[in-house]
């Protein structure tokens, strides 16, 4: 595993890594990520770990955008993202 760079001060460094955390998620388009769009999301488990489902809303409902991931008691969980 790489070593963490600081950069000055905590917030300098702080900044700094927020900074390039933001210019890698920027290169990320749409067609690099798959994003599937179902009617309801399936059970969250370590087979939708990490994986965008859109959720289609009916009329006069907004769509919604959840991310699987893995919480601290090793269970799973859809995670809206778009609120």
Known sequence: MEKLKMYGSVDDTLRRWQELINRNFEKITTKDVPVYVVGSLPTASVLYRHRIYTVEGSTSTADAHYV????ADNTYSWVQFDT
Do not use: A, D, E, G
């Open 68 to 71: 699987c991931k893995k919480l």
